[in-house]
T-cell receptor, first 113, second 114 residues
Framework: DQQVKQNSPSLSVQEGRISILNCDYT??????FLWYKKYPAEGPTFLISISSIKDKNEDGRFTVFLNKSAKHLSLHIVPSQPGDSAVYFC????????????FGKGTKLTVNP | DAGVIQSPRHEVTEMGQEVTLRCKPISGHNSLFWYRQTMMRGLELLIY????????DSGMPEDRFSAKMPNASFSTLKIQPSEPRDSAVYFCASSGRTGSYEQYFGPGTRLTVT
């Protein structure tokens, strides 16, 4: 049973427009969420995170929004650039629990010039 | 600073052979994680260590898989005997900053078992 779901396997956007990647979770114990970016033949790299005490966290062009009641988070990239083309993974964990991260299956983002 | 180092980057072996994957975590990190990525199952945690001690191995698929961390700078994941369904990309990650859940991943080992 998938506890973290990324229902869109792929997303294509035009350069300069907004990219919105979505993630849903089922485990109500999750209270810390992370986004990772992965290029081909490389390991995932940390992008941005958010704790459940917040509903928004921003870092440059990247903003993560958390809706706890809906058990939903999203990553916004504005403006999108061709170099953002990668697979994006959502991950979740429970603070105070183990250090385990539970990952979604990823969304492949393609930003077209 | 060197990141997480994994070797080999690619491994092709025949069914029934023993395979050993290696990982050197970031210096100073005290937690180490082994993941497997497949198309079907995505990125799944196999086992993780804290201060060289295995904490959770519930993700290890079966007894053919074993992992060790003899010291703070080295870990191995061994598959014996290997099977074609073990073909996947295996990632090692480490973390160490108190209160941070960020994990730093190595480049992965692509394993193909024929």
């Amino acid at each position: 049973d998938q506890q973290v779901k990324q229902n869109s396997p792929s997303l294509s956007v035009q350069e300069g427009r907004i990219s919105i990647l979505n993630c849903d979770y089922t485990n109500s114990m999750f209270d810390y969420f992370l986004w990772y970016k992965k290029y081909p033949a490389e390991g995932p790299t940390f992008l941005i995170s958010i704790s459940s005490i917040k509903d928004k966290n921003e870092d440059g062009r990247f903003t993560v929004f958390l809706n706890k009641s809906a058990k939903h988070l999203s990553l916004h990239i504005v403006p999108s650039q061709p170099g953002d083309s990668a697979v994006y993974f959502c991950a979740a964990t429970s603070q105070g629990g183990s250090e385990k991260l539970v990952f979604g299956k990823g969304t492949k983002l393609t930003v077209n010039p | 600073d060197a990141g997480v180092i994994q070797s080999p980057r690619h491994e092709v072996t025949e069914m029934g052979q023993e395979v050993t994957l290696r990982c050197k975590p970031i210096s100073g990190h005290n937690s180490l994680f082994w993941y497997r990525q497949t198309m079907m199952r995505g990125l799944e945690l196999l086992i993780y260590f804290n201060n060289n001690v295995p904490i959770d191995d519930s993700g290890m698929p079966e007894d053919r898989f074993s992992a060790k961390m003899p010291n703070a700078s080295f870990s191995t994941l061994k598959i014996q005997p290997s099977e074609p369904r073990d073909s996947a990309v295996y990632f090692c990650a480490s973390s160490g900053r108190t209160g941070s859940y960020e994990q730093y991943f190595g480049p992965g080992t692509r394993l193909t078992v024929t």
